[in-house]
C-alpha cells in the first residue's frame, strides 16, 4: 500500500474527477516548466483544497509567501470576489516574472499581485502599509524561515484567519529532535509555536501522493 505508483493513480484520478485544470492553470505549468522552474508546485488536488479553505472562509484577501510559477496563486486568487486581493510574495525574481505572466494570462493580475525579494524584508514593509487583515495566509517558502513567516502572518491577520503550512512532514524527518536539517529545524519550531501560541490552535495532517511522502499544517488565529 506504500506503493508511489499507486499514490500516482489516485492523485490523477481524484484530480480528473475534482480538480480538473483549465487552459490557465495548464498554460502554467508549461511555462514553469519551459522556464526551467522546479517542479515543487502544488498538485491539483491539492490547490482545490486551497481554494475550498478560501472559500470556507469567506476569503476576501489573501498572503501568500512562495510564488514559484504562480499555479497556487491562480488557485486561490479564483477563490475571491472580484474586488478581492491576494498578496504574493517571492525570493527569485525570474520566479516573479514568470508568475506575472501565468498570472495575467488567467486574467487575475487584477487580483493578484506578486512581489520581489525575501520574504523577511518584504514583510516588515507590507506590515508599513497597514493592509487590512489577511483572511487567509499560505506559507510555502524556505523552512528554515517557517516560525518567522507564522510570526508575521499573526500580526497581519485577525481573530478567524487560517495561516496554511505547507510541506511539514519532510519525509518524515519532522520528528526527529536532533536534526541539523534547516528545513525540519524551521518546520519543528514553526509547529512549537503553533502548538504553544496562545493566539493560535492547530494541527497538522500527513498525506501521501504524486509528491510522496508530506502533509501541512492548519492554524486558526484566535481573538
Same mark, same amino acid.
Given at each position: 500500500?506504500?506503493?508511489?505508483?499507486?499514490?500516482?493513480?489516485?492523485?490523477?484520478?481524484?484530480?480528473?474527477?475534482?480538480?480538473?485544470?483549465?487552459?490557465?492553470?495548464?498554460?502554467?505549468?508549461?511555462?514553469?516548466?519551459?522556464?526551467?522552474?522546479?517542479?515543487?508546485?502544488?498538485?491539483?488536488?491539492?490547490?482545490?483544497?486551497?481554494?475550498?479553505?478560501?472559500?470556507?472562509?469567506?476569503?476576501?484577501?489573501?498572503?501568500?509567501?512562495?510564488?514559484?510559477?504562480?499555479?497556487?496563486?491562480?488557485?486561490?486568487?479564483?477563490?475571491?470576489?472580484?474586488?478581492?486581493?491576494?498578496?504574493?510574495?517571492?525570493?527569485?525574481?525570474?520566479?516573479?516574472?514568470? #508568475?506575472?505572466?501565468?498570472?495575467?494570462?488567467? @486574467?487575475? &493580475?487584477?487580483? !493578484?499581485?506578486? =512581489? %520581489?525579494?525575501?520574504?523577511?524584508?518584504?514583510?516588515?514593509?507590507?506590515?508599513?502599509?497597514?493592509?487590512?487583515?489577511?483572511?487567509?495566509?499560505?506559507?510555502?517558502?524556505?523552512?528554515?524561515?517557517?516560525?518567522?513567516?507564522?510570526?508575521?502572518?499573526?500580526?497581519?491577520?485577525?481573530?478567524?484567519?487560517?495561516?496554511?503550512?505547507?510541506?511539514?512532514?519532510?519525509?518524515?524527518?519532522?520528528?526527529?529532535?536532533?536534526?541539523?536539517?534547516?528545513?525540519?529545524?524551521?518546520?519543528?519550531?514553526?509547529?512549537?509555536?503553533?502548538?504553544?501560541?496562545?493566539?493560535?490552535?492547530?494541527? #497538522?495532517?500527513?498525506?501521501?501522493?504524486?509528491? @510522496?511522502? &508530506?502533509?501541512? !499544517?492548519?492554524? =486558526? %488565529?484566535?481573538?
Amino acid at each position: 500500500m506504500s506503493d508511489p505508483q499507486l499514490w500516482d493513480e489516485v492523485d490523477s484520478y481524484f484530480s480528473t474527477l475534482l480538480s480538473p485544470e483549465d487552459e490557465a492553470l495548464q498554460a502554467t505549468q508549461r511555462d514553469s516548466d519551459s522556464e526551467g522552474l522546479p517542479h515543487i508546485n502544488v498538485t491539483p488536488n491539492q490547490g482545490k483544497l486551497l481554494q475550498l479553505l478560501a472559500r470556507l472562509q469567506g476569503a476576501r484577501t489573501v498572503l501568500e509567501i512562495g510564488t514559484l510559477g504562480g499555479y497556487s496563486t491562480i488557485w486561490l486568487a479564483r477563490a475571491l470576489p472580484e474586488d478581492g486581493l491576494l498578496i504574493t510574495l517571492e525570493y527569485d525574481a525570474h520566479h516573479a516574472d514568470v #508568475a506575472r505572466r501565468n498570472i495575467a494570462y488567467a @486574467g487575475l &493580475d487584477r487580483i !493578484a499581485e506578486v =512581489r %520581489v525579494g525575501p520574504a523577511l524584508e518584504s514583510l516588515p514593509k507590507l506590515a508599513d502599509e497597514n493592509p487590512p487583515p489577511f483572511d487567509l495566509v499560505f506559507i510555502d517558502a524556505d523552512k528554515a524561515n517557517n516560525p518567522h513567516y507564522v510570526e508575521w502572518a499573526l500580526r497581519l491577520t485577525r481573530a478567524g484567519s487560517l495561516i496554511i503550512l505547507d510541506n511539514v512532514v519532510r519525509g518524515g524527518e519532522v520528528t526527529d529532535p536532533s536534526s541539523t536539517d534547516p528545513s525540519v529545524r524551521g518546520t519543528r519550531a514553526a509547529l512549537e509555536l503553533i502548538a504553544g501560541h496562545p493566539r493560535l490552535e492547530g494541527t #497538522a495532517i500527513q498525506t501521501v501522493g504524486s509528491k @510522496g511522502y &508530506d502533509g501541512f !499544517a492548519l492554524a =486558526r %488565529v484566535l481573538a
